[in-house]
């Protein structure tokens, strides 16, 4: 009798740690597909928001340049861009959380814990 319990241990104990060593390595897994997704948004973002930012500036260097035509003088047609930027800076910072802060850490969070539909492939 003690030679079956002794069996039914030893065997219990080697399919337990193959369940654990699976289940980190799972894990592991997870947390990697969960770093990757992450990490390729975070590139997106950065992208998309550098681009937009090319695009705001040439679009104020276009209006600072028209500014300096109505005006007669380049100097007052870039302070009139520049004073632009300094609007564009004081609402960004006074809107940053629901402009910038929130929608960004929903995505991430969506991103991070969102199943991909394309798991039944594998």
């Known amino acids: 009798m003690s030679d079956n319990?002794?069996?039914?241990?030893?065997?219990?104990?080697?399919?337990?740690?193959?369940?654990?060593?699976?289940?980190?390595?799972?894990?592991?897994?997870?947390?990697?597909?969960?770093?990757?997704?992450?990490?390729?948004?975070?590139?997106?973002?950065?992208?998309?928001?550098?681009?937009?930012?090319?695009?705001?500036?040439f679009l104020v260097i276009a209006f600072s340049w028209w500014m300096s035509d109505m005006l007669g003088s380049a100097a007052l047609g870039f302070l009139c861009g520049g004073g632009l930027f300094l609007l564009i800076l004081f609402l960004g910072i006074i809107f940053?959380?629901?402009?910038?802060?929130?929608?960004?850490?929903?995505?991430?969070?969506q991103t991070s814990t969102s199943e991909e539909e394309d798991e039944n492939y594998y």
């Open 96 to 109: 940053r959380k629901p402009l910038f802060l929130n929608p960004l850490i929903r995505l991430f969070i």
């Open 5 to 57: 319990l002794n069996d039914f241990y030893k065997e219990n104990k080697r399919l337990v740690s193959e369940y654990i060593e699976t289940r980190l390595e799972l894990l592991k897994l997870t947390s990697v597909r969960s770093l990757a997704r992450t990490l390729s948004m975070l590139i997106l973002v950065t992208l998309f928001t550098f681009m937009t930012l090319f695009f705001l500036l």
